[in-house]
């Protein structure tokens, strides 16, 4: 058991709280009981460690018996060396350090996905974790992170997908051209949500589709929103000044399901 808050071990995990640590070395802290037993379940070849507490290993059995079966090592460790390696104030005794796998935006497209997620300049941890969420149970494709927005493997990104980073294709660091090339050369339509755009429930849905969402302050740029194919809103019809982003994307991405299942 580790039991020092000074070990070096303690003190590697816990810098991956930093973007830059996380570029350096590929790796990404992965923290939570469900996070972990999504990881293990869709992508245990990517874990590089897994630590406990004795509390975290009483109460969730099937994570440590998932772990066992795909031969993955548990690391036991105290309360206060799993403070000093995780990014809440309360851990839930269970923390992992997993290989990142991003997929290549060419990639992305090679098997003509009907529901694409493109975030530009999306910039709120727990924003970009619901839309991922949002993405995954309304069964989109793939989700695309542009250069300027958050890394999908912030640690508060990665709790707020609470897994479904793991379901997901995910793509970052392309330009929002580069993006928009690759959606249309993939036969997909881009639409841009933004409240000028014709209503949403008069916008045919019903092509492959890839739905542009900007900023949670600013909204999309005049550039963002030339670069699509059309501009569409989600109507406000009592006296609320506007939608959060992530509730926002839910009700695009479900009308688009919706349509597709038609």
């Not at 149970?137 to 609470?162: F, H, M």
């Not at 330009?175 to 249309?184: C, D, N, P, T």
Request: proline share 5%; net charge negative; glycine share 6%.
């Amino acid at each position: 058991m580790i039991e020092s808050t000074k070990n070096p071990t303690v003190k590697r995990v816990a810098r991956l709280k930093q973007r830059p640590e996380r570029e350096e070395t590929g790796l990404a802290l992965m923290e939570g009981p469900q996070v972990v037993r999504e990881l293990i379940a869709h992508a245990a070849e990517t874990v590089e460690e897994l630590y406990f507490t004795s509390d975290g290993f009483e109460r969730h059995p099937d994570i440590a018996e998932a772990a066992t079966a795909a031969g993955i090592d548990v690391e036991f460790v105290s309360d206060a060396v799993i403070a000093a390696m995780a990014d809440t104030r309360t851990p839930q005794g269970v923390l992992a350090v997993a290989h990142q796998t991003p997929v290549r935006l060419r990639d992305l497209f090679e098997e003509a996905p009907r529901l694409v997620v493109v975030l530009d300049e999306v910039r709120d941890p727990g924003n970009a974790g619901t839309i991922i969420r949002v993405a995954d149970a309304a069964g989109a494709d793939a989700v695309i992170l542009t250069g300027s927005s958050v890394d999908p493997y912030n640690p508060k990104v990665v709790r707020s997908t609470t897994g479904s980073l793991f379901h997901l294709r995910v793509a970052t660091g392309a330009s929002l051209g580069a993006v928009a090339e690759a959606v249309r050369g993939a036969g997909l339509e881009l639409l841009a949500a933004d409240m000028h755009g014709e209503p949403l429930p008069d916008a045919d849905l019903s092509k492959p589709t890839a739905w542009l969402f900007g900023n949670e302050a600013h909204g999309l740029s005049a550039e963002a929103r030339a670069s699509a194919d059309r501009t569409v809103a989600v109507p406000i019809y009592g006296a609320a000044e506007s939608l959060n982003l992530a509730t926002a994307a839910s009700v695009c991405l479900y009308a688009s399901a919706f349509a597709h299942r038609r």
